[in-house]
């Protein structure tokens, strides 16, 4: 069969069942954020990402020194979602030939420096030549008093968000248009008081929209401050939909999101009516948040945003006339 038929979920339950290695220290296997091995004293997290030139990124677009960034960033998401701290992290690296010493120096200014924001030791990796553009493979080992999975998930439980939506998503449009790199670090922040114009001069980019495309290129993961009374959690890395439907699937529930009560940011709302695209479409479907999707039965005090609930059965969206329908799960899938 081929992969497109298949994709990318379905594959990870092929190697899911095919891999089915039980231990009792095993908490969590393949198919949660981050795997959870309990050792005398507590609990190991570990995850793996991997950012792939052509796939996850483009030159035209990205620099080396946010790519150090991010690679980082979305491993630190998977550990935030288990409810751990992350702690050390290892790079491997496939560089093409052509590029230079000074391209990996600026990668890893990148990497550096979100690993001091976030106390993150980097402890090894693997570094290889690569023929077919640049490759980079992240693993992060982290730990938790409590693992938060998401297979908790009870029915009349709020479905919460920890920050806007659609971003990062909106964000990439706008490179696309663009077609060039926005530097925000170092002396390159000469991007942040101009005027920015699009490649086909039709709409302006005002410095207002550039934190959506800096959610894009750099995002910076927030971990919940108290896990207490959380029943599941995911890093919404695939869209809200996608990302909420593997909570349903791994919790055996059902789930109902209100569409007007999702955040959005006003960023997001302009730039999207300048494109034509629906903010909210975007919110669902769009990716990359790296913010957290969790489940609990109580009011939490914190930013987070309820924006539904967890049902016996089913998948709804409702709008605000209060028109219900049914979603799939529709967004990011490798593969498809
Ligand atoms: P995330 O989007 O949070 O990074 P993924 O969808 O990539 O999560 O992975 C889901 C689960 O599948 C994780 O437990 C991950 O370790 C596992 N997984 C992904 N790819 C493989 C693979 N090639 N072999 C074994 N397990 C895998
Ligand atoms: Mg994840």
């Given at each position: 069969m081929q992969l497109s038929e298949l994709g990318e979920f379905s594959l990870i339950e092929h190697f899911r069942t095919k891999c089915a290695d039980t231990s009792p220290e095993i908490l969590k296997g393949i198919g949660d954020d981050a795997a959870a091995i309990e050792i005398p004293g507590g609990t190991i997290l570990v995850t793996s990402d991997m950012m792939l030139e052509g796939v996850h990124f483009d030159f035209s677009y990205s620099t080396f020194y946010q790519l150090g960034c991010k690679i980082l960033a979305v491993n630190i998401s998977d550990i935030f979602a288990m409810g751990g701290k992350p702690e050390y992290f290892l790079l491997s690296l496939g560089i093409p030939e052509a590029y230079t010493s000074k391209n990996i120096e600026e990668l890893y200014s990148g990497l550096v420096k979100v690993a001091g924001k976030y106390r993150v030791k980097v402890i090894g990796g693997d570094t290889c030549s690569s023929k077919h553009g640049l490759v980079l493979s992240g693993t992060l080992i982290g730990n938790a008093d409590r693992i938060i999975t998401r297979s908790g998930a009870g029915i009349g439980d709020g479905v919460f968000v920890t920050g806007t939506l659609g971003d990062s998503a909106m964000g990439l449009m706008l490179l696309k248009k663009l077609g060039r790199q926005i530097h925000f670090e170092g002396r390159g922040t000469?991007?942040?008081g101009r005027k920015i114009r699009l490649k086909d001069h039709s709409l302006p980019i005002t410095p207002k929209l550039l934190p959506l495309i800096k959610r894009h290129l750099m995002p910076e993961p927030i971990p919940l401050e108290k896990t207490s009374g959380i029943t599941s959690m995911i890093d919404l890395s695939d869209g809200l939909l996608i990302d909420l439907s593997h909570i349903c699937d791994e919790s055996k529930v059902g789930a109902v999101i209100y569409k007007d009560r999702i955040p959005v940011s006003r960023e997001l709302v302009k730039a999207a009516v300048n494109s034509g695209v629906d903010p909210v479409s975007l919110a669902l479907k769009?990716?990359?948040?790296y913010v957290l999707l969790f489940t609990s039965p109580s009011e939490i005090k914190?930013?987070?945003?309820?924006?539904g609930e967890i049902i016996k059965k089913g998948r709804f969206l409702v709008d605000s006339e209060g028109r219900k329908t049914t979603f799939k799960a529709e967004g990011y899938e490798h593969f498809k």
């Open positions: 000469r991007d942040k769009g990716g990359e948040d914190t930013d987070s945003v309820r924006i």
